[in-house]
């Protein structure tokens, strides 16, 4: 896709707004644009997995649909990787590696964890041994906790707190991976709603100040517009006219959801305008609907093939 | 004593709303209370007034309440220097160790230190005497638990006897070959530079570790009293059960005590039955576009069937939560924002409990 054309992206937004599920949505999509995907976790986490049915999320990549694999980093796993690829050690060391000092070693110092499981993905996606696997596309769902608002300051603090050695250098190639548009885009995951928009636009811009406006933004869970015409008026007023409890709770309905309905328009309209602030290119605005059961994902993965994928992120 | 509200639950449920809100509802009863946000969201951050000052409490106008209401807003860096401070055996380490780069990484990024953060400023504001009730966000988090456990395990990490072995393997006696290995295995993966300065910031920090150990038992004696009563925040449109029996399994094996669970965004049952309704829709005025109404009244059908299979849903959630946890659940509507986030909040404190 030229759209999709890079080879890393990366998944954000405030919590609960349907990361996770748009992760493995956009996987699935990316797979069936025939291209070779995997949806990458971060510390153990298996929201991703457990939408894709998979029960058990591992570090080795697992087959999830055709096309599409599944994985999650810990950072005592990219530790071992770190070890064996910079230092040339052997495989043998892993048992340190997996000992439990070493545990409380990569707990106490701050940031190691983020360090180390960043950098495997850099060496997923940019330098692969030969041997090792490799995808056209990852998707990474970035989770709102622990890390800065963009993934990229964390790089840059990482590499402002090693100052020399291995974690520096990593760090170092960490932030120019993560701040080249042609290989990583952002993609902003928010609701159709004023606060969620007014947080997806401060993400927007923090991503345009550090690396790039977002590649796309994904508004989730939009409801059925209430028709904004005469003939809906009419209605409402025809309930309205009527004194039945019936028919004056169908106007209270109405009248609900002409309000929510208005509300999602606002801000829709809000998130356009804000995002021609944020950049003068077009920024990729898709809207995905609230599905009624959020395990059958394929409506919002035909709408993500028609938007992103064909032609391309 | 200060009652203690604590509010737990998952990234984006609603939980720093809900405690504002509860503090709304106390400030009601003529308590004089004060709540710790997290991350507000901006107009609520603008409604309390938290944005400017972050750590200090700032008074939050409400009409028609006979007690108070104040807001902070949980400024970690600050409050970690606030323990450095508090704990550091000289001034002269003290700012040391504010000034050393690992240091200022703790509280941005050692995973487990915006809990323990929380901690520490909740422990402060409930001991100032100033409040009747403290009601405190949790930070984001995955787990609902990570509350009640990290403050512990990062406080037990910041102590470099646990990592005194990596930092010095020859000098004593006693290590190991596999410490040994282990030793020279973390100087090669973090190079000499970066061992050394951890070594120095390890053992600055360690000099902290009475205090934050004697802090932690306070902490976890309030945390664990009658006065302190824990809250679950879930959200309607994904209440993770799981995760809720777990958070509850886990209250009940620290013997903490739990109060109830606020399930957001509930969708309330419709007063009169969806058929009922339908039976009354309205016959097409003349002059009306044929078209038009047709689809207003689809419109119509699908949301009166959606309404009503939410409320069927939410209403079977509050029940096995209820049944689940032996503890009431507080189901909130979704309120209109429109008209300012403090008219949201009284609204919402209407559904609140005060404990
Ligand atoms: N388009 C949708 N329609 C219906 N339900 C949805 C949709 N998107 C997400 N959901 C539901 O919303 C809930 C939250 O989604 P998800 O776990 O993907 O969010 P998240 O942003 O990853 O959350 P967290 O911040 O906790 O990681 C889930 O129960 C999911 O099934
Ligand atoms: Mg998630």
């Given at each position: 896709m030229?759209?999709?054309?890079?080879?890393?992206?990366?998944?954000?937004?405030?919590?609960?707004?349907?990361?996770?599920?748009?992760?493995?949505?956009?996987?699935?999509?990316?797979?069936?644009?025939?291209?070779?995907?995997?949806?990458?976790?971060?510390?153990?986490?298996?929201?991703?997995?457990?939408t894709?049915?998979?029960?058990?999320?591992?570090?080795?990549?697992?087959?999830?649909?055709?096309?599409?694999?599944?994985?999650?980093?810990?950072?005592?796993?990219?530790?071992?990787d770190?070890?064996?690829?910079?230092?040339?050690?052997?495989?043998?060391?892993?048992?340190?590696?997996?000992?439990?000092?070493?545990?409380?070693?990569?707990?106490?110092?701050?940031?190691?964890?983020?360090?180390?499981?960043?950098?495997?993905?850099?060496?997923?996606i940019a330098?692969?041994?030969?041997?090792?696997?490799?995808?056209?596309?990852?998707?990474?769902?970035?989770?709102?906790?622990?890390?800065g608002?963009?993934?990229?300051?964390?790089?840059?603090?990482?590499?402002?707190?090693?100052?020399?050695?291995?974690?520096?250098?990593?760090?170092?190639?960490?932030?120019?991976?993560?701040?080249?548009?042609?290989?990583?885009?952002?993609?902003?995951?928010?609701?159709?709603?004023a606060?969620?928009?007014?947080?997806?636009?401060?993400?927007?811009?923090?991503?345009?100040?550090?690396?790039?406006?977002?590649?796309?933004?994904?508004?989730?869970?939009?409801?059925?517009?209430?028709?904004?015409?005469?003939?809906?008026?009419?209605?409402?007023?025809?309930?309205?006219?009527?004194?039945?409890?019936?028919?004056?709770?169908?106007a209270?309905?109405?009248?609900e959801?002409?309000?929510?309905?208005?509300?999602q328009?606002?801000?829709?309209e809000?998130?356009?305008?804000?995002?021609?602030?944020?950049?003068?290119?077009?920024?990729?605005?898709?809207?995905?609907?609230?599905?009624?059961?959020?395990?059958?994902?394929?409506?919002?993965?035909?709408?993500?093939?028609?938007?992103?994928?064909?032609?391309?992120? | 004593?200060?009652?203690?509200?604590?509010?737990?639950?998952?990234?984006?449920?609603?939980?720093?709303?809900?405690?504002?809100?509860?503090?709304?509802?106390?400030?009601?009863?003529g308590?004089?209370?004060?709540?710790?946000?997290?991350d507000p969201?901006?107009?609520?951050?603008?409604?309390l007034?938290?944005?400017?000052?972050g750590?200090?409490?700032?008074r939050?106008?409400?009409?028609?309440?006979?007690?108070?209401?104040?807001?902070?807003?949980?400024?970690?860096?600050?409050?970690?220097?606030e323990?450095?401070?508090?704990?550091?055996?000289?001034?002269?380490?003290?700012?040391?160790?504010?000034?050393?780069?690992?240091?200022?990484?703790?509280?941005?990024r050692?995973?487990?230190?915006?809990?323990?953060?929380?901690?520490?400023?909740?422990?402060?504001?409930?001991?100032?005497?100033?409040?009747?009730?403290?009601?405190?966000?949790?930070?984001?988090?995955?787990?609902?638990?990570?509350?009640?456990?990290?403050?512990?395990?990062?406080?037990?990490?910041?102590?470099?006897?646990?990592?005194?072995?990596?930092?010095?393997?020859?000098?004593?006696?006693?290590?190991?070959?596999?410490?040994?290995?282990?030793?020279?295995?973390?100087?090669?993966v973090?190079?000499?530079?970066?061992?050394d300065?951890?070594?120095?910031?390890?053992?600055?920090?360690?000099?902290?570790?009475?205090?934050?150990?004697?802090?932690?038992?306070a902490?976890?004696?309030l945390?664990?009293?009658?006065?302190?009563?824990?809250?679950?925040?879930?959200?309607?449109?994904?209440?993770?059960?799981?995760?809720?029996?777990?958070?509850?399994?886990?209250?009940?094996?620290?013997?903490?005590?739990?109060?109830?669970?606020v399930?957001?965004?509930?969708?309330a049952?419709?007063?009169?039955?969806?058929?009922?309704?339908?039976?009354?829709?309205?016959?097409?005025?003349?002059?009306?576009?044929?078209?038009?109404?047709?689809?207003a009244?689809?419109?119509?059908?699908e949301?009166?069937?959606?309404?009503?299979?939410?409320?069927?849903?939410?209403?079977?959630?509050?029940?096995?939560?209820?049944?689940?946890?032996?503890?009431?659940?507080?189901?909130?509507?979704?309120?209109?924002?429109?008209?300012?986030?403090?008219?949201?909040?009284?609204?919402?404190?209407?559904?609140?409990?005060?404990?």
């Amino acid at each position: 896709m030229s759209r999709l054309h890079r080879k890393l992206l990366v998944v954000t937004g405030k919590g609960g707004v349907g990361r996770s599920t748009l992760c493995a949505a956009l996987g699935l999509a990316a797979a069936r644009a025939g291209k070779r995907a995997i949806c990458v976790e971060l510390s153990g986490q298996h929201a991703v997995a457990k939408t894709l049915g998979l029960p058990h999320a591992t570090y080795e990549p697992q087959r999830v649909a055709p096309g599409l694999d599944h994985r999650t980093f810990t950072a005592a796993d990219c530790l071992a990787d770190f070890a064996q690829r910079k230092l040339h050690l052997p495989a043998v060391s892993n048992w340190l590696i997996t000992s439990k000092p070493m545990a409380t070693f990569l707990d106490a110092v701050p940031g190691l964890h983020d360090l180390l499981q960043l950098g495997k993905l850099e060496n997923m996606i940019a330098e692969p041994l030969p041997g090792e696997p490799t995808w056209d596309l990852t998707i990474l769902d970035a989770h709102a906790t622990g890390h800065g608002l963009t993934l990229l300051a964390a790089a840059r603090a990482m590499r402002e707190t090693a100052r020399v050695g291995p974690f520096y250098e990593l760090a170092g190639i960490i932030e120019r991976f993560l701040s080249d548009p042609e290989v990583t885009g952002f993609v902003v995951v928010t609701l159709p709603e004023a606060l969620p928009v007014h947080e997806a636009l401060e993400l927007s811009n923090a991503l345009a100040v550090d690396h790039a406006a977002p590649a796309a933004v994904l508004v989730n869970r939009c409801a059925r517009e209430w028709p904004d015409d005469a003939a809906a008026d009419a209605l409402r007023d025809a309930l309205a006219a009527r004194p039945e409890p019936a028919a004056q709770a169908l106007a209270a309905l109405a009248d609900e959801e002409s309000t929510r309905s208005g509300h999602q328009r606002d801000a829709r309209e809000v998130l356009r305008l804000g995002l021609e602030k944020v950049t003068p290119l077009r920024v990729h605005t898709v809207e995905l609907p609230d599905l009624t059961d959020p395990t059958k994902l394929d409506p919002i993965v035909d709408i993500l093939v028609k938007t992103l994928m064909v032609g391309g992120v | 004593m200060t009652t203690l509200v604590v509010c737990c639950g998952l990234g984006g449920v609603g939980k720093t709303t809900t405690a504002a809100a509860l503090g709304v509802a106390y400030a009601r009863a003529g308590k004089r209370v004060v709540v710790m946000t997290i991350d507000p969201a901006r107009r609520l951050a603008d409604a309390l007034g938290t944005e400017a000052i972050g750590n200090l409490p700032v008074r939050v106008t409400l009409p028609d309440v006979s007690g108070t209401l104040d807001a902070l807003m949980l400024d970690r860096d600050a409050t970690w220097a606030e323990v450095i401070r508090r704990h550091a055996p000289s001034a002269e380490l003290a700012d040391r160790l504010i000034a050393n780069p690992w240091s200022r990484a703790v509280s941005s990024r050692l995973s487990g230190a915006h809990e323990l953060m929380a901690t520490e400023k909740l422990h402060a504001l409930a001991t100032d005497g100033r409040w009747d009730v403290v009601v405190v966000d949790t930070p984001p988090s995955f787990h609902a638990l990570d509350f009640l456990h990290a403050p512990d395990r990062v406080r037990r990490l910041l102590d470099r006897r646990l990592l005194g072995a990596l930092f010095e393997p020859a000098s004593k006696g006693l290590v190991g070959i596999a410490t040994r290995g282990l030793a020279s295995l973390v100087r090669r993966v973090a190079g000499e530079a970066v061992m050394d300065d951890l070594s120095e910031f390890f053992g600055m920090v360690s000099a902290l570790s009475t205090g934050l150990r004697e802090r932690g038992a306070a902490v976890a004696t309030l945390l664990h009293s009658r006065e302190c009563h824990y809250i679950l925040v879930a959200s309607a449109a994904a209440p993770r059960e799981e995760e809720v029996s777990e958070f509850l399994a886990a209250l009940r094996e620290d013997g903490r005590s739990f109060s109830g669970s606020v399930l957001t965004r509930a969708t309330a049952p419709l007063r009169v039955p969806v058929n009922a309704m339908l039976a009354e829709l309205p016959t097409r005025p003349k002059g009306v576009d044929a078209a038009g109404w047709a689809h207003a009244l689809s419109a119509l059908v699908e949301a009166a069937a959606t309404h009503e299979r939410r409320a069927a849903r939410d209403a079977a959630t509050a029940t096995r939560m209820a049944r689940m946890s032996g503890a009431p659940v507080w189901p909130v509507p979704e309120v209109d924002t429109e008209a300012g986030a403090i008219t949201a909040l009284g609204l919402i404190a209407a559904s609140l409990p005060t404990l």
